[in-house]
């Protein structure tokens, strides 16, 4: 850990932060309502207004753009009774079947199945303005670095391993907030190094509008994980029907809530990180094709007991594709059970930051208690 300036702290090597994300940090450093400090996390990258990898606590306001546009994404892992003795020589059906059960990319179920009309309900009574086909939206996985991965971990058990958020609706609902915190700042002449660290002040009509739909889309987020999660538990039980599901972890990396730190209750955004009080279980992914950490966290209080989230984006997705090639995806996909195709090209291992080394630095934030290793990734374009 490291003072980078009195108001950020910091889990990786100043030298190490890309200069716009540093740029971003000491944007974001500066605005008034920023409470003690902001914490950068080992996997700092650049973010749409606030930087990827940062911790947030904020007295009195909330910035929008720093939660992101997909609230809620984050991560879940079950572990099995299983062990890499008890598979079958090719898993090609498994992935078939998880394919076919869970849609993929940016489609969406054309109806509300079983298994999520309960979820559907729930959530249908705690707002009264979703946008229209959300419900079809539940049980889906998304594009981008989104997946669904069975591994196995140092003992050969086998678990399930799968990175979603809100969907559409999730994006629909943070875009709009963050054109309405814009506008306030224009109404109110307030000047910012960044018009994407808009703000929406404490006890005001938008703050509050946009908190009801933060903490709607938070539970969207996480009701489409567990629906996911069931689903591929589903698939495995058909090919395996005397298999336990045991271990069981669901926690975002796209999120705000109100939290005690320092004796004072404040928000606290990660936009990319993972909250991790001590005892906590979480989950740090690599990239397709590398490794992911089942931890433990230590309740660091410099870092607002947070971890980071994953690797990281070392290229952008229009530079990886201009350095990779299929057969460059192919290499490092070898021995994983997965669909090749070009349109994840941008998604190859290396064109993330080398996860062993963010966890490296992260030894003051988290324990290790599994490293998992992909055998089978599901991918949405």
């Known amino acids: 850990m490291k003072h980078i300036t009195k108001k950020i702290v910091s889990f990786i090597p100043e030298e190490e932060i890309d200069p716009h994300a540093l740029q971003q940090l000491h944007n974001i450093a500066s605005l008034p309502f920023i409470f003690k400090h902001i914490s950068v996390m080992p996997d700092c990258h650049v ?31 079950r572990r099995t009774s299983l062990t890499a003795s008890d598979l079958p020589d090719t898993l090609t059906p498994i992935l078939d079947g998880i394919e076919k059960t869970i849609p993929t990319g940016r489609g969406k179920n054309q109806r509300v199945c079983d298994d999520a009309a ?49 969907r559409g609706i999730g994006n629909q609902l943070a875009q709009k907030h963050i054109k309405i915190a814009q506008k306030l700042m224009d109404d109110f002449f307030i000047p910012l190094e960044d018009r994407d660290l808009a703000y929406l002040p404490q006890n005001t009509p938008e703050f509050d509008a946009y908190m009801a739909d933060l903490l709607w889309a938070q539970d969207f987020a996480l009701s489409n994980r567990k629906i996911m999660l069931r689903r591929v538990e589903a698939v495995m039980q058909s090919h395996f029907p005397e298999i336990q599901f045991l271990d069981n972890i669901n926690c975002h990396h796209n999120f705000s809530q109100m939290e005690n730190h320092f004796n004072e209750n404040i928000w606290v955004t990660r936009k990319g990180a993972i909250q991790m009080n001590e005892g906590m279980f979480g989950i740090i992914p690599g990239s397709m094709g590398t490794r992911t950490y089942i931890v433990e966290g230590l309740g660091n209080n410099m870092a607002f007991r947070s971890a980071p989230h994953g690797a990281g984006r070392r290229f952008s997705r229009t530079e ?31 064109a993330y930051k080398d996860i062993d080394q963010v966890m490296e630095y992260s030894k003051d934030l988290v324990s290790v208690k599994a490293v998992l290793r992909q055998i089978l990734s599901v991918k949405g374009d």
């Open 320 to 350: 990886a594709r201009k350095r990779f090639t299929p057969d460059d995806l192919r290499r490092s996909m070898e021995g994983i059970e997965y669909r090749h195709r070009e349109s994840i090209l941008d998604e190859i291992p290396e």
């Open 47 to 77: 973010g749409k207004g606030a930087t990827g990898g940062s911790v947030i606590a904020t007295k009195g306001a909330i910035i929008p753009a720093a939660v992101g546009v997909d609230i809620g994404c984050g991560m879940a892992a």
């Open 118 to 166: 309960v979820f559907a309900r729930e959530l249908s009574d705690k707002t009264e303005h979703p946008a229209e086909s959300w419900q079809q939206q539940l049980g889906s996985l998304g594009g981008g670095n989104h997946f669904i991965e069975l591994s196995l971990d140092e003992h050969d058990n086998v678990w399930i391993v799968l990175h979603s958020g809100s």
